[in-house]
């Protein structure tokens, strides 16, 4: 009696910096992934997953080559390589928050250079070099960009005129005297996945589940549930003041003259709101912590 094997996706998820972040996103969306130190072959609670763990950098050009249905890179790295792949969407997180990072030309904050045009005849380093070149193209500039192994900061100024540098907060460039001269790329995570992989029924399925759930996670973050009792008196009032993906939920009460009230809403604005929905009448007022929101 011949068998057929479970279809698999084989995953790659990226190592190093977004490696803790990226399995907490995970098991919010409610994928929960084990590894240890040693081993690049990470387990996944669902059976259906496979994954791999690969520098970003390289992810997509695996991706591209079919070695990987899919993966999460930034894409600055599916720019750098130029492999086709599909971007799914993009999951707005990184190592110390929900911010996008930027591949700047840096510069030491004495040096004459001002503008693109000055990096005319100048040494760059940078770990993108394929980003770099495309930035002096555009404006008609030839330079020397030699590849850089990392501890690109310190190049300039003893080793080079400029670099071209991945920074979320700008305090490393700062820290080492340097100054933005410009702005190449903007750059989030996406999840990208193989053309044919995504051509693929049971794969493509698959991917827009990973994707709904990795999503809602993110939206998650931010947000959080109020549930609260008020009195009919009050209900206008405390609808209006309640922000909410739609509208508030409003259920009866057994006391005919009460109502209970939920709403999702901006954790940011709970601490301004809870007390006016106070004062409106609201009573029990509850705030829930969320795993996932799906629009």
Same mark, same amino acid.
């Given at each position: 009696?011949?068998? &057929?094997? +479970?279809?698999?996706?084989?995953?790659?998820?990226?190592?190093?910096?977004?490696?803790?972040? &990226?399995?907490?996103?995970?098991?919010?969306?409610?994928?929960?992934? #084990? =590894?240890?130190?040693?081993?690049?072959?990470?387990? !996944? %609670?669902?059976? @259906?997953?496979?994954?791999?763990?690969?520098?970003?950098?390289?992810?997509?050009?695996?991706?591209?080559?079919?070695?990987? %249905?899919?993966?999460?890179?930034? $894409?600055?790295?599916?720019?750098?390589?130029?492999?086709?792949?599909? @971007?799914? !969407?993009?999951?707005?997180?990184?190592?110390?928050?929900?911010?996008?990072?930027? /591949?700047?030309?840096?510069?030491?904050?004495?040096?004459?250079?001002?503008?693109?045009?000055?990096?005319?005849?100048?040494?760059?380093?940078?770990?993108?070099?394929?980003?770099? #070149?495309?930035?002096?193209?555009? $404006?008609?500039?030839?330079?020397?960009?030699?590849?850089?192994?990392?501890? &690109?900061?310190?190049?300039?100024?003893?080793?080079?005129?400029?670099?071209? +540098?991945? &920074?979320?907060?700008?305090?490393?460039?700062?820290?080492?005297?340097?100054?933005?001269?410009?702005?190449?790329?903007?750059?989030?995570?996406?999840?990208?996945?193989?053309? #044919?992989? /995504?051509?693929? %029924?049971?794969?493509?399925?698959?991917?827009?589940?990973?994707?709904?759930?990795?999503?809602?996670?993110?939206?998650? @973050?931010?947000?959080?549930?109020?549930?609260?009792?008020?009195?009919?008196?009050?209900? #206008?009032?405390?609808? +209006?003041?309640?922000?909410?993906? $739609?509208?508030?939920?409003?259920?009866?009460?057994?006391?005919?003259?009460? $109502?209970?009230?939920? =709403?999702?809403? @901006?954790?940011?604005?709970?601490?301004?709101?809870?007390?006016?929905?106070?004062?409106?009448?609201?009573?029990?007022?509850?705030?829930?912590?969320?795993?996932?929101?799906?629009?």
């Amino acid at each position: 009696m011949s068998t &057929t094997s +479970e279809p698999k996706l084989i995953l790659g998820l990226p190592k190093g910096s977004l490696e803790s972040s &990226t399995y907490e996103l995970f098991r919010k969306a409610g994928f929960n992934i #084990k =590894s240890s130190s040693r081993s690049y072959v990470p387990r !996944c %609670d669902d059976p @259906e997953i496979e994954i791999r763990l690969l520098r970003a950098q390289e992810m997509s050009r695996y991706v591209g080559l079919g070695m990987l %249905d899919a993966g999460l890179t930034g $894409h600055d790295w599916v720019v750098e390589n130029g492999y086709e792949v599909e @971007e799914i !969407c993009e999951l707005v997180y990184s190592r110390s928050g929900r911010n996008p990072v930027r /591949w700047v030309v840096a510069v030491p904050e004495n040096s004459d250079i001002k503008t693109a045009k000055d990096l005319q005849g100048k040494r760059i380093a940078t770990e993108a070099v394929g980003i770099a #070149k495309s930035y002096l193209d555009q $404006h008609g500039v030839s330079a020397d960009i030699e590849f850089s192994w990392g501890a &690109t900061e310190v190049k300039a100024p003893d080793l080079v005129d400029a670099i071209v +540098e991945l &920074t979320e907060t700008g305090n490393s460039l700062r820290a080492n005297n340097l100054r933005v001269l410009d702005t190449i790329l903007t750059s989030n995570t996406q999840l990208i996945a193989n053309p #044919k992989s /995504w051509k693929d %029924d049971w794969k493509r399925a698959k991917l827009e589940q990973i994707s709904m759930l990795l999503t809602g996670a993110l939206v998650a @973050e931010n947000n959080v549930l109020l549930k609260m009792n008020v009195p009919e008196k009050g209900l #206008k009032t405390v609808t +209006e003041l309640l922000p909410s993906l $739609h509208a508030p939920t409003v259920n009866p009460l057994s006391d005919s003259d009460w $109502h209970s009230v939920e =709403s999702v809403l @901006e954790e940011t604005v709970v601490r301004d709101i809870i007390p006016q929905l106070k004062a409106a009448g609201a009573e029990g007022i509850i705030e829930l912590a969320l795993n996932k929101v799906i629009p």
